[in-house]
């Protein structure tokens, strides 16, 4: 074990990606001499030479589609779009082509090499472009995956896995935490599932449900309920496609009641989906209306980015309105 | 050349530079002066003419299959055959093909057979893509011939992505990948050729420029020389070529394979031709554009100008011809008959194939769709009779 | 009145939209001299000119970032993507810019003259890239506008609105129902209300939401129902973003259930943000889990398209299911 | 010319168009030989000065702001500003400027205050973007600057729309559009300059080549001559640009408006410039690049030779010089201290704009929110005192 932050944890995935796998390669802007603006690939040039470890041009839907070419030869290209708000020019050839490549050609061909790594996630004073969360827009999509990691060994877990895996996977890394979660982190290789939520916290009255860096915030709330003797059921859902339904819903069983929290807007966020599954399959348990917290409907903020935040006081006070209801 | 540096401000005129057409055959099937022709044997050039005429064949019948309704939708080549059927020619088997949707010469060329070309626009159970895409979206793993996508121009910075594994894995191989000039305004088209001239791939670009996108004219696609011209932006070799001309085509990428493996370096074909026919079944192109402009290209018909070199050199006769034509015609209309009796892919194919793995929820899904089909069995003819196959 | 088809409708409106307003200019790929592959926008560049109707060349975020700045300069450019399934290369001129653009300039300028049409849909053989449904992906985008029809009368009036709206439209066209639809249309001048959705028939026990042309299928499914002694509200919700969610509330608390339905596969499509609204708000009225009808989570399918389709009888099993709850 | 036809192949070489840069200055102030300066009057040309300074000044002043934590980011443009200068005062004021990011000297050339820029950095109350967006995305209204938006090119295909409109509308206007070597590689570059072309919008773009795009170098960018060899393929007429040199790019893009206007087309202009500071307050460029290129570099310095020219004319002095830099650094630092003092603004303007009237919805989720916000008071100190304002 190595106390590692967020960010140290993915370069040292894609280090051991790299060292144990020569289909592996990273590129994406300013990935290549400089490491990325984050510096998450520094050294890989260095190590793994120019040509498993470079720069493109600035061009995300060209990123994407040289790596979809890449990954249908039979790589493993781990692509960087420098900000989850930069994904958007690469929407067509990650929702029309990598999403439908193995399907459309009857399993002829596929881009499961193929695993798209951005950070995502406000927070850091960075207006409408630096800051969203994009991960429900993809959530639409059959045929990709979408990972979120917490802290620095889901993260390094998570990110093998993900490159590893048969299908194309979307990895958003939430920015916020790159150094301020620093956490203890196994130096050799291993894998977390992608598919599986995660149990970080048991509990009865209520049950908590986020990703990345907004569990965070869930957990703060969660400790602010035990004060008040609230128990709270805390769970990191790690993947949005596919997803644990069934982690979700046996918690819901057990406490009746569910609050999902991201900072994207509300409307059609992935809580959506999840609020619209859990009714159908735990409808009798629920004693509350499912609450979800979440950003507001608008731009993502500047001057108001703390009042538009899903904080852990909003949190809380959801949990004592559900509790309560 | 010019100075690098001037004290006097001048505007580079739109026009500075102009790409020439290369030519080798006249229509009458002689070489023009100068011109050197490529070494064919025999059986080589006459496998090109059959595959020129397959090729014609096919989307003939095709085209009035889908006027009879036996198929939704056709898309044909008529007119443009020597591009693709010339081209592919002069790549190696190892080579990717990453094609639009009017190069079933190309696919010919490599061995695709009537009965996959059935299979495929039929739907049916043995097409290799298993039915889920339109008529005409061939694709082969064995062939190296890349599943077709109607998304236009995506392809071409999959293609510099492709070939760029390929010289990563050090194999003896390009890929090429071809578009329409209307395909060529997209903003891949611009990603892709950058991302081949910087990172250095060995990706031939082949524009076929047929002057037409469905309805709208070249001249208001763009307004500089073609798409030619663009390369030399991107710093890529670049080479234009009358389309109708197989030996033409066949020497520029001949070229452009050899240069682009022993560079490292991607290179543009442009390829002029004309779209004879309609964009598709689902277009008449009488709404917008001449029949005199349809028949000065008719008679630039690049099968009849090959056919024409190919009697000079004393390889083909009438006889073959109608030999071939009747072959063809009946092989055709004979896997016809048996690919639209095949079934569609069994229903677990709905759910395949969307990852490495069906998901739990999808299994799930499947599940109550079958429960749904057995209780209404006659709204799912096409499955519900083979559900448990 | 008199009787016309869906697309009928659409290019009346547009005549009608340009012969008023000079500020209006159409474009596209095919738009101009050939008025579009489906014929919307024909005889209108005979009418006012090349300079107000005209062709593009083939790059859809050309055509939308072309348009965005048309806007911006004070035109209202009504912008034709030629199919839903080709307007993802345009997602980040639509969702970080249109979406975002009077926002970000506090109202110093904004793309409110912007209206992208666009057909969608699924049920006419065309497979993957003929077929989808891409309304979800643009409802998670505050700023947007989304608006679907179910008819040619429906057609005229939402899309003379959309064009005069002081925001950026999406209009979602069915293209299934472009010349099979007729219906009675007024000739004038004429709006429909944009946010407001329409109940089509009142009923009792359960409340049927749809749009655009899934609109038919639970009509038809009500009829179904109606033969069972089961009475269905039907509900056209009409505009995507902002929805109308005190007339689909209200629905529910009255009958105690609740069936969305559309095309789109399941997974975080619309049918889940509307859920997750109406399970709040009308969580003491409900009487069994609301059910969505959608698409399975595949690539839009052919050969198997008719099995994939949420149609009536699918939808009719589910209302059963959900009243039998 | 060549012809128009070929019978023997060639490539034609990547590097079949040269394009000369343009440049009437030296750096030491005079003009090179054969070069005409453009006629300036001197209040006119002492204005242009006062415009590079104040660029100048207030760029060193606010990376320190944000040094100091009082602002969360800065982006200069040091060493680019006769650029951003001298192209703009070359246009009028009804024409529209889409900027990228590094072009404050055509925003101050226009007229905008140090007390506008202040209070768009300090995302204050006064802020004509409502503290919406990071430091430097200026947008003002009456000075025709269009509000910067973060992802690139995008402005690319929306100065060509924008400009369309200018032409319908009849005004005697274009518009100019202002980019980076990097973001020259986005598809939207390839659409908006295509557009143009195609539909004849009388639009100029300038291209700031300055060497990198953050850590990239623009040999890592694009393999051909540049970006301005593109303009060609597009059929844009174009030049290229010595961009320390403040006289050739008032007169490249003097040029460029009247040939855009005089014929309803776009003009492409690339001026070659050197980034002399770090990308962004969020960069270091030591990790990526030589102190000695650096150097190079800061030996152009385009104000320096500017001053040197305004000085020969007898236009300028040392004690005009001292007076003017300690005027700009007293009023920005007065203007930040008055900046960073006004509140932000109130909490109703997190959802005022999304629309033109807030939608219900929001209506609802603001009233939620100020609930909230009265509950946790501290929490949210910024607007909890200003709920009812
Ligand atoms: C992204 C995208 N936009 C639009 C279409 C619809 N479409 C199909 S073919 C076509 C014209 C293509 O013209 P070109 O590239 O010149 O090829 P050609 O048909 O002439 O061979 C269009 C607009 C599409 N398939 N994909
Ligand atoms: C679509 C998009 N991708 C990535 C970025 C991140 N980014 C901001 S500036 C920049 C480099 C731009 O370089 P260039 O266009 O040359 O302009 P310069 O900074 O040199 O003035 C990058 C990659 C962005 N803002 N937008
Ligand atoms: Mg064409
Ligand atoms: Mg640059």
């Given at each position: 074990m190595s106390s590692m932050n967020l960010l140290q944890a993915i370069n040292n995935a894609l280090d051991i990606a790299m060292s144990k796998d020569e289909k592996v390669v990273c590129f994406g802007e300013d990935v290549g001499f400089f490491g990325g603006v984050f510096r998450a690939t520094s050294h890989l040039q260095e190590k793994y030479g120019r040509a498993r470890c470079f720069n493109t041009p600035l061009v995300e839907q060209g990123i994407i589609g040289f790596a979809n070419g890449l990954a249908a030869q039979g790589h493993k290209p781990v692509a960087e779009i420098q900000f989850g708000d930069y994904i958007f020019p690469a929407f067509d050839q990650i929702v029309n082509e990598t999403a439908k490549y193995r399907y459309r050609s009857g399993n002829e061909f596929n881009v499961g090499g193929l695993t798209i790594r951005t950070p995502y996630g406000g927070g850091?004073?960075?207006?409408?472009?630096?800051?969203?969360?994009?991960e429900a827009y993809f959530a639409h999509t059959p045929g990709l995956k979408i990972v979120v990691p917490r802290n620095p060994h889901q993260a390094k877990g998570l990110l093998l896995a993900s490159i590893r895996d048969e299908n194309p996977v979307i990895f958003f890394e939430p920015k916020r935490l790159y150094r301020a979660s620093v956490g203890e982190v196994p130096e050799g290789d291993y894998e977390l599932p992608i598919g599986k939520a995660d149990i970080v916290r048991e509990g009865s009255d209520i049950t908590l449900l986020a990703w990345g860096a907004q569990m965070e915030i869930i957990s703060q709330a969660a400790s602010m309920a035990d004060n008040e003797g609230i128990d709270c059921e805390v769970i990191d859902?790690?993947?949005?496609?596919?997803?644990d339904i069934e982690t979700v819903v046996k918690s819901v069983q057990k406490t009746g009641r569910l609050l999902v929290s991201h900072?994207?807007?509300?409307?059609?966020?992935f809580g959506a989906e999840i609020v619209a599954t859990v009714q159908e399959h735990a409808f009798l348990s629920l004693e509350s209306p499912i609450l979800r917290v979440c950003g507001l409907d608008v731009p993502y903020p500047l001057a108001h980015e703390t009042e538009y935040m899903p904080d852990a006081s909003k949190v809380f006070e959801a949990i004592k309105h559900s509790v309560h209801y | 050349m010019r100075p690098s540096t001037v004290h006097t401000p001048e505007l580079i005129a739109q026009d500075a530079l102009h790409i020439p057409t290369f030519k080798l055959l006249k229509q009458d099937g002689t070489l023009y002066q100068g011109a050197a022709e490529p070494e064919f044997d025999e059986s080589f050039a006459v496998k090109l003419y059959q595959d020129l005429v397959f090729t014609r064949v096919l989307d003939e019948r095709m085209v009035n299959a889908q006027r009879q309704g036996r198929i939704p939708f056709y898309l044909a080549s008529l007119g443009e055959e020597a591009a693709s059927v010339g081209s592919t020619a002069a790549?190696?088997?190892?080579d990717m093909i990453f094609a639009q949707y009017r190069e079933q010469g190309a696919l010919r060329f490599r061995g695709f057979t009537a009965e996959q070309f059935m299979d495929q626009c039929f739907s049916n159970e043995r097409d290799l893509g298993k039915?889920?895409?339109?008529?005409?979206h061939y694709g082969s793993k064995a062939l190296n011939y890349m599943t077709i996508s109607?998304?236009?121009?995506?392809?071409i910075p999959q293609a510099a992505g492709y070939s760029y594994g390929q010289k990563l894995q050090g194999n003896d191989a390009v890929s090429i990948c071809y578009f329409g000039e209307g395909a060529a305004s997209e903003g891949d088209f611009h990603a892709g050729l950058n991302m081949a001239a910087v990172l250095n791939c060995p990706t031939i670009f082949l524009c076929r420029n047929n002057g037409y996108a469905i309805s709208t004219p070249a001249e208001e696609q763009f307004k500089g020389d073609g798409v030619a011209s663009r390369g030399i932006g991107y710093g890529i070799n670049t080479i234009r070529v009358d389309g109708n001309d197989l030996l033409a085509v066949f020497v520029a990428t001949q070229m452009a394979r050899e240069y682009a493996l022993a560079n490292n370096a991607p290179v543009l074909i442009e390829a002029m031709s004309y779209r004879l026919g309609a964009h598709s079944t689902s277009d008449d192109p009488t709404g917008y554009r001449s029949k005199e402009e349809e028949a000065k290209w008719a008679k630039k018909d690049p099968i009849l100008r090959y056919k024409h070199w190919l009697t000079q050199k004393g390889w083909w006769d009438d006889n073959k011809e109608k030999a071939l034509y009747s072959e063809y015609r009946e092989e055709i209309l004979a896997q016809m008959k048996a690919a639209e009796k095949r079934p569609v892919p069994t229903l677990d194919h709905l759910i395949t194939d969307v990852y490495d793995e069906p998901t739990e929820q999808l299994k799930q899904q499947l599940t109550e769709l079958k429960q749904h089909v057995r209780k209404y069995p006659n709204q799912y003819p096409k499955t519900s009779g083979r559900l448990d196959a």
């Open positions: 850091i004073k960075g207006g409408h472009y630096h800051s969203q969360s994009p859902l790690r993947s949005i496609l596919p997803w900072e994207a807007p509300l409307t059609n966020g | 790549l190696k088997d190892q039915g889920r895409q339109m008529p005409i109607s998304p236009l121009a995506t392809q």
